[in-house]
């Protein structure tokens, strides 16, 4: 499971690399923010996921 782990972080960091080459302009800027909030919520949410006390807890959390 190390490796989902490593993935999710890099997708993150991928996704905010992305977003820097965005041009800065009112029209992005919405989902620059979306783009960087969802990337990074995927790793926090497998990270909980994998702290879960029970098999129904870990199904929440994922």
Do not use: H
């Amino acid at each position: 499971m190390q490796d989902l782990k490593l993935r999710t972080k890099n997708f993150a960091v991928e996704c905010w690399r992305l977003c820097k080459q965005i041009p800065k302009s009112r029209e992005f800027d919405a989902w620059v923010r979306q783009l960087i909030r969802c990337s990074s919520s995927v790793g926090a949410n497998y990270r909980a996921s994998q702290r879960a006390k029970s098999t129904a807890d870990f199904i929440y959390k994922l």
